[in-house]
């Protein structure tokens, strides 16, 4: 069976797509699947490689970046239009984070193909996107949220003064700022006073037309993975060890300061709730194939759901595949089940019609 691999993209997160995907090439069972390179990028062009019938040999091959000479990083590529991915008997595997990718844009496109794809539907994708919607929809579940006021660009660009007003009287510092449909720590920062408020609110808004301002805790921070169609499973929590107050991008990916403790030193109710929860939202926001939920989980063992991520990262140092590996699950064999999940989600969505 041929995969059509599609990673970069047009997000500020187009370099950990590069990152997951040559992992995750160097873990794929080729004696089953060759895999067409469909490469975005950053300007939104799409790329054509090779089909692969095994594993790179340096991440730089898979920069497919074209200016109509041959690639100087390795692969040779060709300019297509984004439908032209389509073939027979093939799936869709897109890993893809951010805008442009994981937030139901894609999916869409995958569904007017008529193909089968890895992860969540359009629904699930556009809504574990976006912060607010998240928070909006989990709401009505249950779910323990912290405390947040969601900005709009057009109320910002009127009143700036009477949106801190409403910050301020709704959270306390510190407060985090954060950009609505982004991840990975892009264009997150934190505020202790209200000039840093003003420059967290206007610097998210260079990522996104919408920004989310939640109260900021002392609290651990514990992630659950999670995996499935109908029957879904989850695993136990890991946990993000803290040396800073919270990680920004750089830290996560550049310097990869980020340490990691799994499974989390929890108590058996902690991490039993938390994968209760887990599990509740990814039913609640219909999601498909998998995702990571992440909470914040206080000294008094409370727990707040912080986001869901549809598209988690897939490079040697992520949660998401680790916290599997933990549960027997090789990355491998992780590759696998999100392919053939992908395969039934798919024959079970055609034989409703």
């Known amino acids: 069976m041929k995969i059509v691999f599609i990673y970069g993209g047009k997000s500020e997160e187009h370099d950990i797509s590069l990152l997951s995907s040559y992992s995750m090439l160097q873990e794929l069972y080729y004696e089953y699947y060759s895999v067409q390179l ?4 950053r300007n939104g062009q799409w790329v054509k490689g090779p089909c692969l019938n095994a594993a ?35 799936v869709i595997f897109p890993l893809l984070h951010g805008p442009n990718g994981e937030d139901g844009t894609m999916q869409g496109g995958f569904e007017i193909l008529d193909m089968p794809y890895v ?43 009477q949106v801190c007003d409403r910050c301020e009287g709704s959270l306390v510092y510190p407060m985090f700022i954060k950009p609505a449909n982004m991840g990975s720590s892009v264009g997150i920062s934190k505020a202790m006073t209200r000039e840093e408020l003003v420059a967290g609110i206007t610097d998210a808004f260079r990522y996104d037309r ?7 805790i002392e ?58 929860y887990a599990k509740k939202a990814y039913a609640t926001l219909d999601a498909s194939g998998l995702c990571r ?8 063992n409370k727990l707040f759901l912080n986001e869901v991520n549809t598209m988690p990262g897939f490079t040697p140092f992520s949660m998401y595949p680790l916290l ?23 024959a079970e969505k055609k034989a409703l019609i």
Not at 131 to 145: A, E, F, R, S, V
Not at 255 to 270: G, M, T, W, Y
Request: hydrophobic share 35%; net charge negative; aromatic share 10%.
């Open 38 to 41: 469909v490469f975005i990028a």
């Open 56 to 90: 790179p040999e340096s991440q730089e091959q898979l920069d497919l970046s074209y200016d109509g000479a041959e690639n100087d990083h390795g692969y040779e590529g060709t300019v297509i239009r984004p439908f032209d991915i389509y073939e027979e008997d093939a």
């Open 119 to 161: 992860g969540c539907g359009v629904l699930a994708s556009a809504c574990g996107m976006d912060k607010i919607m998240t928070k909006y929809i989990l709401q009505q579940t249950g779910i323990p949220q912290l405390p947040f006021v969601p900005i709009s660009k057009l109320d910002w660009k009127e009143n700036p003064n």
């Open 210 to 216: 919408r920004v989310v301002v939640e109260q900021g």
């Open 219 to 276: 609290a651990r921070e514990i992630e659950v993975a999670v995996l499935g169609n109908e029957e879904i499973r989850t695993t136990l929590p890991g946990e993000i060890v803290k040396t800073v107050d919270f990680y920004d991008f750089d830290a996560k990916y550049i310097n990869n300061d980020v340490k990691l403790q799994i499974p989390a030193e929890v108590s058996e109710e902690v991490a039993e709730e938390a994968r209760k």
């Open 293 to 300: 939920c992440d909470f914040f989980l206080t000294k008094e």
């Open 324 to 346: 599997w590996k933990n549960m027997g699950l090789s990355y491998g064999d992780l590759i696998e089940e999100l392919i053939q999940l992908a395969k039934n989600r798919y």
